[in-house]
């Protein structure tokens, strides 16, 4: 009797996990939410002056893009390295990677908790040139004088907080696949038949809006093509368009569509 007391038990427990675990993280999720309502007009006071692309969107888009740096902000560690921190600061990085991923399911870069915040250019490993960013296994590091260029569009087609986030982006979905997005990952190969002819031209001289740096190796490519996709999308559209559409495809976002219907809704 008891064994069969158990035995039920253990099978009703077994029939229960999958739901009762989408109804812990239904709590938890609702739990988030009340948490950013709160502080919803803080985050908007700190994005709306530095981001044209969330000024952009529409009230319920913007909730969303609020409500997802909030989550992204609060899963991260920031470290600041020989530079001043703010309260702004991580809001505004973690804004950054939400804008990438924004058409996207999974948008939590989630093997990376440690985001290292330096001041300028540094060195990194054996390089000579100087870094504005890079990410490796230990986290993703940005320096904070050509990240805020980069949001203020100081810099013509760069971006290095979007350029550092697109190589987080292809990390977790391709190298450590902690956080597969389903349709990022499958169209992630039809972007590749359109990058991959342009970025072998590159290597035999061919010259394009994109800039040798993204010659250098397709990882380079991938992130330099996603800061022009944001940054410049009217000429990167006009000079490559089948990369432009293989990458709204990809994100499934398009930036030019975004200004549009905020020039028709204005
Ligand atoms: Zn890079």
């Given at each position: 009797?008891?064994?069969?007391?158990?035995?039920?038990?253990?099978?009703?427990?077994?029939?229960?996990?999958q739901?009762?675990?989408?109804?812990?993280?239904?709590?938890?999720?609702?739990a988030?939410?009340?948490k950013?309502?709160?502080?919803?007009t803080?985050?908007?006071?700190?994005?709306?002056?530095?981001?044209?692309?969330?000024?952009?969107?529409?009230?319920?888009?913007?909730?969303k893009?609020?409500f997802?740096?909030?989550l992204?902000?609060?899963?991260?560690?920031?470290?600041?390295?020989?530079?001043?921190?703010?309260?702004?600061?991580?809001?505004?990085i973690?804004?950054?990677?939400?804008q990438l991923?924004?058409?996207?399911?999974?948008f939590?870069?989630n093997?990376?908790?440690?985001?290292?915040?330096?001041?300028?250019?540094?060195h990194?490993?054996?390089?000579?040139?100087?870094?504005?960013?890079?990410?490796?296994?230990?986290g993703i590091?940005?320096?904070w004088?050509?990240?805020?260029?980069?949001?203020?569009g100081?810099?013509?087609?760069?971006?290095?907080g979007?350029?550092?986030?697109?190589?987080?982006?292809?990390?977790?979905?391709?190298?450590?696949?902690?956080e597969?997005d389903?349709?990022?990952?499958?169209?992630f190969?039809?972007?590749?038949?359109?990058?991959?002819?342009?970025?072998?031209?590159?290597?035999?001289g061919?010259?394009?809006?994109?800039?040798?740096?993204?010659?250098?190796?397709?990882?380079?490519?991938?992130?330099?093509?996603?800061?022009?996709f944001?940054?410049n999308?009217?000429?990167?559209?006009?000079?490559l368009?089948?990369?432009?559409n293989?990458?709204?495809?990809?994100?499934?976002?398009?930036?030019?569509?975004?200004?549009?219907?905020?020039?028709?809704?204005?």
């Amino acid at each position: 009797m008891e064994i069969l007391l158990i035995l039920s038990i253990v099978i009703g427990i077994i029939i229960l996990h999958q739901p009762f675990t989408e109804w812990i993280n239904k709590v938890r999720v609702k739990a988030q939410y009340q948490k950013f309502l709160s502080q919803e007009t803080w985050y908007h006071s700190v994005v709306a002056p530095h981001f044209r692309y969330y000024n952009r969107l529409s009230l319920a888009d913007q909730r969303k893009f609020l409500f997802r740096t909030f989550l992204f902000h609060k899963a991260k560690r920031f470290h600041y390295i020989e530079v001043t921190q703010s309260a702004e600061m991580p809001i505004l990085i973690s804004a950054v990677a939400v804008q990438l991923t924004f058409g996207l399911d999974k948008f939590m870069l989630n093997y990376f908790r440690d985001i290292f915040v330096l001041k300028d250019d540094y060195h990194y490993g054996f390089y000579s040139r100087p870094f504005q960013g890079h990410v490796d296994h230990s986290g993703i590091y940005l320096s904070w004088d050509n990240f805020v260029k980069g949001i203020h569009g100081l810099t013509a087609n760069c971006n290095v907080g979007l350029h550092e986030m697109g190589h987080a982006l292809t990390y977790v979905n391709f190298i450590t696949q902690t956080e597969e997005d389903k349709h990022f990952k499958k169209e992630f190969k039809n972007f590749s038949k359109v990058a991959r002819p342009i970025f072998e031209d590159m290597q035999q001289g061919g010259k394009n809006i994109l800039g040798d740096y993204a010659g250098t190796n397709y990882h380079e490519f991938w992130a330099v093509s996603v800061e022009l996709f944001f940054e410049n999308p009217i000429r990167m559209r006009h000079e490559l368009p089948t990369l432009y559409n293989a990458l709204s495809r990809l994100l499934k976002q398009d930036p030019i569509v975004v200004v549009n219907n905020h020039k028709l809704a204005a």
